[in-house]
């Protein structure tokens, strides 16, 4: 099946700084999600992005479906953005997203 | 508009015991899936339901089944309990499962 790599795999910032996190992906995807689980274990959809670029306040995400990688900005950091940000990717005829292990982010106040 | 629901949020079993984890999807929606996550890792694909046929199953043994009812709910069973079977079980609804997927709280399992 298709392997998905994030990094890093640990991330700490001060509030307000920018910060950007990869994904990796081993074949091409016909869906790629990012996700944010909060520390109570909820996971929120933060952009449905197979290709190009989008953007959602602080938040931003690219993904260059030909070189097989996707990257998740995040602007002017928050401590509510402490988590962990999940890249799920499906590939082939299957929707069935495989996820990566996922980068874990404090924020410092 | 209400979300996914789970339910129990919390449970314990012990090892040898069945537990069925309850899910109700985003109203529409007529998709849902099941994944098991343990910690420090993401969550791992168990089932997909649509329109109360599985299409899709990942790689868990004959102990873990599902099913979905006509009002597109679902429930997980998972027979002879593990102590690795301790983990969040999370569920997910989209309105035909090949879309963006939205996930409920989760139940938390722990099997002792």
């Known amino acids: 099946g298709i392997q998905v790599e994030q990094s890093p795999p640990d991330l700490i910032l001060q509030e307000g700084a920018n910060s950007t996190l990869r994904c990796n992906f081993s074949d091409s995807v016909n869906n790629l999600q990012w996700f944010h689980q909060n520390p109570w274990g909820q996971l929120i959809n933060l952009f449905y992005i197979p290709s190009g670029t989008k953007q959602n306040g602080r938040l931003s995400a690219t993904t260059v479906a030909t070189e097989r990688y996707s990257l998740l900005y995040i602007s002017s950091s928050q401590t509510t953005d402490s988590g962990v940000y999940f890249c799920?990717?499906?590939?082939?005829?299957?929707?069935?997203?495989?996820f990566g292990r996922g980068t874990s982010l404090i924020v410092h106040p | 508009d209400a979300g996914v629901t789970q339910s129990p949020t919390h449970l314990i079993k012990t090892r040898g015991q069945h537990v069925t984890l309850r899910c109700s999807p985003i109203s529409g929606h007529k998709s849902v899936s099941w994944y098991q996550q343990v910690l420090g890792q993401g969550p791992q694909f168990i089932f997909q339901y649509y329109e109360k046929e599985e299409r899709g199953r990942g790689n868990f043994p004959d102990r873990f089944s599902a099913r979905q009812f006509p009002n597109y709910s679902s429930e997980l069973n998972v027979n002879a309990l593990l102590l690795g079977d301790s983990a969040l079980y999370l569920c997910?609804?989209?309105?035909?499962?090949?879309?963006?997927?939205?996930f409920g709280p989760g139940t938390r399992l722990l099997v002792l």
């Open positions: 799920a990717v499906s590939s082939g005829g299957s929707y069935i997203p495989t």
């Open positions: 997910a609804s989209s309105p035909q499962g090949q879309e963006t997927q939205y």
